[in-house]
């Protein structure tokens, strides 16, 4: 896919963003030996969150942006993390990891079915696969990119871009998984995050969701397309009495231990 990843817009929100990564990091019970790895790890910020809870291990960031790897790699140059350029979906770990983890990253690809086992492989017997996945194909926002995408004058030339759709359901993640690992932990979570600003589901999303389309469009359509897009999402999450925009993100969770 092609997409551009501006690490200081998507860092807007870097509270919000972190609290699921985070909220998966305290469940991990890790007791096994071997090194982690952070699939998709952006900025670097959770990926030093792992290094952080587990200091005595070897932690490597994977990301297919380099902007984003850049970014990892200046903040975070004293923490010993290794960052490498890399896909999800053909990576492979030079040797078995104790942690293959991955925040937010798992819906910009597709075939779920042959990544996920994939993922599971490379982990050493008792360590652990932990990723989040948001689930948003009926959120306002992605209803309000599909608007957007298929009634402007770039349809046809956003016809074939990558389109969010959701993930499997859970009780499909775990026939995936129950072959390789034992126990499979799933839950899925509503966070509804408090936001100020003026449109701030829109400063949201212009970071993530909006940018293949914006990647594939010249200046002229990139700012009528963020125009457009701005005015829908805006209408679609009123404010609060006191100003503040609630904005739910719903997300799927999977930790499982490698038999
Ligand atoms: C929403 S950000 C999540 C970043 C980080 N995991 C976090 O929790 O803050 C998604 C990241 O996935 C990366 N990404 C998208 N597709 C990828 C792929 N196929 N392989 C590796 N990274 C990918 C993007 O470059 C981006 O940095």
């Given amino acids: 896919m092609n997409n551009t990843w501006n690490p200081d817009v ?5 509270a919000y963003r972190a609290r699921p990564a985070l909220d998966l990091i305290a ?9 982690i ?11 030093k969150a792992l290094k952080d809870q587990w200091p005595d291990r070897d932690v490597m960031g994977v990301d297919l942006s380099p902007d984003m790897l850049n970014k990892a790699r200046n903040e975070f140059s004293e923490s010993g993390i290794k960052w490498q350029k890399g896909d999800i979906t053909i ?10 983890f991955s925040n937010a990253v798992l819906h910009w690809v597709t075939d779920h079915a042959a990544v996920v086992p994939r993922l599971a492989d490379m982990i050493v017997p008792g360590g652990w696969l932990a990723f989040q996945i ?26 074939d871009v ?6 499997m359901e859970p009780e499909d993640f775990y026939d995936l998984l129950a072959p390789a690992c034992d126990p499979i932990d ?3 979570t509503d966070y509804h995050h408090v936001l100020g600003g003026d449109n701030p589901v829109f400063d949201w999303i212009v970071g993530t969701g909006l940018t293949p389309y914006l990647s594939v469009l010249n200046e002229t359509d990139q700012q009528d397309f963020i125009a457009d897009y701005s005015k829908r999402v805006a ?14 993100m719903k997300r799927i969770f999977v930790l499982a231990r490698k038999r």
Wanted: glycine content about 8%.
């Fill in 10 to 14: 998507y860092l807007r929100y870097e």
């Fill in 27 to 35: 469940q991990i019970p890790l007791d096994v030996d071997g090194p």
């Fill in 37 to 47: 790895v952070d699939l998709g790890c952006g900025p670097g910020n959770v990926t």
């Fill in 91 to 100: 990576w492979q770990a030079d040797s078995p990891q104790a942690l293959v």
């Fill in 134 to 159: 948001p689930v948003t194909e009926q959120s306002a926002y992605q209803k309000c990119i599909r608007a957007t995408v298929t009634s402007g004058r770039w349809a046809d030339q956003l016809a």
């Fill in 162 to 167: 990558w389109m969010y759709k959701d993930p």
């Fill in 186 to 188: 799933i839950w899925v």
């Fill in 235 to 248: 209408a679609a999450y009123p404010k609060q009495a006191d100003g503040k925009t609630l904005f739910l």
